[in-house]
């Protein structure tokens, strides 16, 4: 076999390669610690394939690739790759999807049931030294209402593999499931789920989670326009791309409440800026951008990065 040089922008294991060079026993796998365009020009310019996760790869970038066959991203998303530019240098461009398809799904519910049962309500509750004594003015245990999970609607936006997966959890806790999806009919019928359409799915659910890739199409989706057809005092969630949501709207209906709550993993900008204004509203959950995370799931995202570059060199 050719000696095929394999170059690494960045990865989730950070400098570890281990699994890397175990699966391309037979090529040379090199990690640069690049950012810049020049930088990324110069070390990549003769590779021949590519693994990358965050990294921007420009079209400055891809062309100056002169012998790239692959570029394979750790991660589902294609977003920081020039995808025009990659194709008329004839590169196939890879994302590695379902590594974190139970990841995700779990996130979801771990989300939507921390909002339901109040869970960091009560927490903060009892570190202030109270307890659940009920509340004669409000009639409740002093964070609010609780309602029967039971009764309640998860609406999906995209039914993928994970669209799929959520739905099985939150079948399994009672919850009726609707979904949206370009490629289904209305009234068709799922695992238990109902397809319907995109105006009844916001104005009937109680919680909107989405699970659409980002492209031009999608980008923005969730705006003042979309929200205003939701049910008022839903919760959004978002596990899938910030990009898929206007942050602008999200923050003036949370405040104004049409939205009831936001279940945040994905934002516009990561890390969230320390002044951003979703961090002043209480009538949101956040985590730091980590829904695709466990060592099982990061295990088998390297694995299936190196097979697609050796897939694809050996094609060649």
Same mark, same amino acid.
């Given at each position: 076999?050719?000696?095929?040089? $394999?170059?690494?922008?960045?990865?989730?294991?950070? #400098?570890?390669?281990? $699994?890397?060079?175990?699966?391309?026993?037979?090529?040379?796998?090199?990690?640069?610690? =690049?950012? /810049?365009?020049?930088?990324? $020009?110069?070390?990549?310019?003769?590779?021949?394939?590519?693994?990358?996760?965050?990294?921007?790869?420009?079209?400055?970038?891809?062309?100056?690739?002169? %012998?790239?066959?692959?570029?394979?991203?750790?991660? /589902?998303?294609?977003?920081?790759?020039?995808?025009?530019?990659?194709?008329?240098?004839?590169?196939?461009?890879?994302?590695?999807?379902?590594?974190?398809?139970?990841?995700?799904?779990? %996130?979801?519910?771990?989300?939507?049931?921390?909002?339901?049962? &109040?869970?960091? !309500?009560?927490?903060?509750?009892? @570190?202030?030294?109270?307890?659940?004594?009920?509340? =004669?003015?409000?009639? #409740?245990?002093?964070?609010?209402?609780?309602?029967?999970?039971?009764?309640?609607?998860?609406?999906?936006?995209?039914?993928?593999?994970?669209?799929?997966?959520?739905?099985?959890?939150?079948?399994?806790?009672?919850? &009726?499931?609707?979904?949206?999806?370009?490629?289904? @009919?209305?009234?068709?019928?799922?695992?238990?789920? *109902?397809?319907?359409? &995109?105006?009844?799915?916001?104005?009937?659910?109680?919680?909107?989670?989405?699970?659409?890739?980002?492209? !031009? +199409?999608?980008?923005?989706?969730?705006?003042? +326009?979309?929200?205003?057809?939701?049910? *008022?005092?839903?919760?959004?969630?978002?596990? !899938?791309?910030?990009?898929?949501?206007?942050?602008?709207?999200?923050?003036?209906?949370?405040?104004?409440?049409?939205?009831?709550? !936001?279940?945040?993993?994905?934002?516009?900008?990561?890390?969230?800026?320390?002044? %951003?204004?979703?961090?002043?509203?209480?009538?949101? $959950?956040? /985590?730091?951008?980590?829904?695709?995370?466990?060592?099982?799931?990061?295990? +088998?995202?390297?694995?299936?990065?190196?097979?697609?570059?050796?897939?694809?060199?050996?094609?060649?």
């Amino acid at each position: 076999m050719k000696s095929f040089l $394999i170059a690494v922008t960045d990865s989730p294991a950070g #400098n570890d390669l281990s $699994i890397e060079r175990t699966v391309l026993s037979e090529m040379r796998v090199a990690l640069y610690q =690049e950012r /810049t365009k020049e930088g990324l $020009i110069d070390v990549l310019r003769d590779c021949d394939a590519v693994m990358c996760m965050h990294v921007s790869l420009s079209r400055e970038v891809i062309e100056e690739m002169r %012998h790239c066959k692959v570029i394979v991203r750790y991660g /589902t998303g294609l977003d920081n790759i020039d995808l025009p530019a990659a194709a008329l240098r004839g590169i196939p461009v890879v994302g590695i999807h379902n590594y974190c398809t139970e990841e995700v799904a779990e %996130h979801v519910l771990a989300l939507l049931l921390a909002w339901n049962r &109040k869970i960091a !309500a009560y927490d903060s509750f009892v @570190r202030r030294g109270r307890w659940n004594q009920r509340r =004669e003015s409000t009639g #409740n245990w002093g964070c609010g209402q609780l309602f029967r999970l039971s009764n309640q609607t998860l609406g999906l936006v995209g039914f993928g593999l994970t669209g799929r997966a959520v739905a099985q959890r939150a079948l399994a806790f009672g919850m &009726k499931v609707i979904a949206y999806s370009r490629s289904s @009919r209305p009234g068709d019928h799922d695992m238990g789920v *109902r397809m319907t359409t &995109k105006n009844e799915l916001l104005a009937t659910s109680d919680y909107v989670s989405l699970h659409m890739p980002l492209t !031009a +199409e999608t980008t923005g989706w969730l705006d003042m +326009e979309t929200i205003s057809l939701m049910k *008022r005092g839903a919760v959004l969630i978002n596990t !899938a791309r910030g990009g898929l949501v206007a942050e602008d709207a999200v923050i003036r209906s949370l405040s104004s409440g049409q939205l009831g709550g !936001a279940l945040l993993d994905v934002y516009h900008k990561a890390p969230l800026p320390l002044d %951003h204004p979703l961090r002043s509203l209480s009538n949101v $959950i956040f /985590t730091p951008h980590v829904a695709f995370y466990s060592e099982d799931s990061l295990s +088998e995202l390297r694995h299936k990065a190196a097979e697609a570059v050796r897939d694809h060199l050996a094609v060649d």
